[in-house]
């Protein structure tokens, strides 16, 4: 964080009155003392050391310590006193212990995910090029694996990737027999809890048609998103008196994919809120944990008068490579063109608690696009979609009779029975667990199950 705006907090000064006197103007990397809000120079009051006793508190209450410049100067009979400070290179800088970030004219405390994002991309990281922890090289695919690496010689013949631990290799994904968190989200083997994405079809805002629920590698996921979308989208058929009649789907296939791209791409993982899509019959609701990087407005999202600084670097180096996205940066604009182009409304970006929120209307919204209430939306959402998804899942379905046909049963046993791998049946009994349809009672040996609903 600029040191001028921790500074514009007016908490590193013991000299209360002078902060609320209407005296304190920042310019750039500089905070002028004796200035008003509207450049008016209206002088301070200062003593033998007061200056000294500011700088000494500014170093002694930030960490790393920042020691500016202190200049005083008289004007017209009147003193003000500039203190100036370079950029730090590591961010963020702590102030009493807290973390801040600047937003519009107020200073907000950061959160410990904000704050370890900040400091990964000063150093020129990111997440995803973290060990995961308690995972190697025998969690992940090589089929999965094996696939991309063609993909991407397809695109770049000349890339000359000769083995999987090559490719692993030179994309920084491996450490010996450790993997990354980008290598682990991009190739595992079973299902997980870090990327599961909610996807439902509503009749209207509370009845629930189908619902889905993913929790597979990202790649796959980016498929998975798009079929259940297309499945539950309409599709017209315009008779042009050609041999061949035109179809138009009800949003244009292109820009929905840019955005799930977008929405799997560049999701916060460190989470623990799932992503969600909720198609309804005149639009689509996209909801991903996180906000936009780097204080980046919507404003400045819409206009793409921004500098695009990737989530997940390794994440999105590989969908680069792989041809899911074109360049860093471009993907909104390429949604807002494409949707101009469709002659649909312009989709909207919403900052809401928890995420970002993307939602696409359709031509019969064109003439007058309905207001929903995103926020109560989602908490509800939250709340019952995970829950209702369980009913309707077949082998959540078969791992409940057979609970519910044997109480003793193990996990291994349902693993043989079902046909999934172990990791992916604890997955999904932990799910049941939260959604409150089963419960264990008693430890891993000598415990039982009990179903509470079917």
Not at 208 to 229: C, T
Request: proline share 4%.
């Amino acid at each position: 964080m600029i040191l001028h705006k921790i500074l514009a907090s007016a908490r590193l000064f013991t000299a209360d009155k002078l902060l609320t006197m209407n005296v304190l103007r920042v310019f750039q990397q500089a905070l002028f003392i004796g200035v008003n809000d509207k450049g008016r120079v209206m002088g301070t009051e200062i003593g033998k050391e007061t200056v000294q006793q500011w700088i000494n508190e500014i170093k002694v209450k930030t960490e790393p310590s920042i020691i500016p410049d202190a200049e005083v100067i008289e004007d017209k009979g009147k003193t003000i006193v500039v203190l100036s400070v370079s950029e730090y290179p590591i961010k963020p800088v702590s102030v009493k212990g807290r973390y801040y970030k600047r937003i519009g004219n107020a200073n907000h405390l950061m959160s410990a995910a904000e704050v370890a994002n900040s400091h990964l991309q000063t150093v020129n990281s990111s997440w995803d090029f973290y060990l995961r922890p308690q995972k190697s090289i025998k969690d992940i695919s090589f089929e999965k694996l094996q696939k991309v690496i063609d993909t991407i010689t397809r695109r770049k013949p000349d890339n000359n990737i000769s083995s999987v631990q090559e490719f692993l290799l030179k994309n920084e994904l491996v450490k010996g027999d450790l993997i990354t968190n980008a290598c682990y989200l991009l190739f595992c083997k079973d299902e997980n809890l870090y990327t599961t994405i909610q996807m439902g079809h509503f009749t209207s805002e509370t009845i629930i048609k189908d619902d889905v629920s993913s929790s597979n590698d990202i790649l796959s996921q980016i498929d998975e998103v798009m079929s259940f979308v297309i499945k539950h989208i309409n599709k017209e058929i315009i008779i042009s008196g050609r041999a061949e009649n035109t179809e138009r789907w009800q949003y244009p296939i292109e820009g929905i994919r840019e955005i799930v791209l977008n929405m799997i791409i560049h999701r916060d993982y460190t989470s623990s809120v799932d992503s969600i899509v909720k198609v309804f019959p005149d639009h689509i609701l996209f909801f991903n944990p996180g906000s936009l990087p780097n204080n980046i407005t919507i404003e400045q999202l819409l206009s793409n008068t921004y500098v695009s600084t990737p989530r997940n670097r390794q994440i999105a180096k590989i969908a680069k490579e792989m041809g899911l996205i074109e360049k860093y940066g471009s993907g909104i604009k390429r949604v807002l063109d494409i949707f101009k182009d469709y002659k649909l409304p312009q989709p909207k970006f919403e900052l809401i608690p928890g995420g970002f929120a993307v939602t696409v209307f359709s031509e019969t919204r064109a003439n007058g696009i309905k207001k929903t209430d995103l926020k109560t939306d989602l908490k509800t959402d939250l709340k019952t979609d995970l829950k209702t998804d369980l009913k309707t899942d077949v082998i959540d379905k078969q791992i409940i009779s057979l609970i519910a046909n044997d109480k003793s049963i193990s996990i291994p046993e349902i693993s043989r029975k079902t046909g999934k791998g172990v990791t992916a049946i604890k997955v999904r009994l932990m799910k049941l667990k939260k959604a409150g349809v089963i419960r264990r009672i008693g430890p891993a040996k000598g415990g039982h199950w009990v179903v509470i609903s079917n």
